[in-house]
């Protein structure tokens, strides 16, 4: 058997941290660097062209032209909300009430653009050339005939 305790442990326990330690405050000057660590300040890859890529023109996004006054464009991945309502205003010179984005399946973003109640988005799609069309197919009459031809042959 242990040997019996003569004494039991007098005070309270310390439960919890420990105060901290009072150092004294010293003067922190500001550093003066010899020479500066970066050659130039760093530039910012996302201007207001990068931010957004093109407008996108499926039926889908027609419709939320004429019903929703809504624009929808693909923008870079990288660009929060805030970054695609003033690239937006900067580039069409337009009002916007919100802005709505997803990530798509393929990776790209897609950003809802919302325009202000006196700015028409059919008149701002019109100023800035998006076509009424669909964007892989565009259907040309020849001889009386359909001929369905693709977008990078008309662009040539």
């Known amino acids: 058997m242990a040997p019996k305790v003569k004494k039991e442990a007098r005070g309270r326990r310390r439960s919890g941290p420990l105060p901290p330690s009072v150092a004294p405050k010293t003067l922190?000057?500001?550093?003066?660097?010899k020479y500066p660590r970066k050659s130039a300040p760093r530039r910012n890859k996302l201007d207001h062209y990068a931010i957004i890529k093109f407008?996108?023109?499926t039926e889908s996004a027609m419709?939320?032209?004429?019903d929703n006054n809504t624009l929808v464009f693909i923008v870079d991945v990288k660009a929060n909300k805030h970054q695609i309502k003033h690239a937006v205003k900067k580039l069409y010179d337009i009002d916007?009430?919100?802005v709505n984005t997803l990530i798509r399946p393929d990776g790209e973003k897609k950003a809802y653009v919302r325009l202000a109640p006196d700015y028409d988005a059919l008149d701002v799609a019109n100023k800035a050339s998006i076509n009424y069309v669909s964007e892989f197919l565009?259907?040309?009459?020849f001889k009386?005939?359909?001929?369905?031809l693709h977008k990078s042959i008309l662009c040539k």
Do not use: G, M, N
């Not at 565009?138 to 009459?141: A, E």
């Open 63 to 66: 419709k939320k032209i004429e």
């Open 138 to 141: 565009k259907v040309v009459q």
């Open 96 to 98: 916007v009430a919100k």
């Open 55 to 57: 407008p996108l023109t």
């Open 144 to 148: 009386h005939e359909y001929i369905p």
């Open 28 to 33: 922190r000057l500001r550093r003066q660097p």
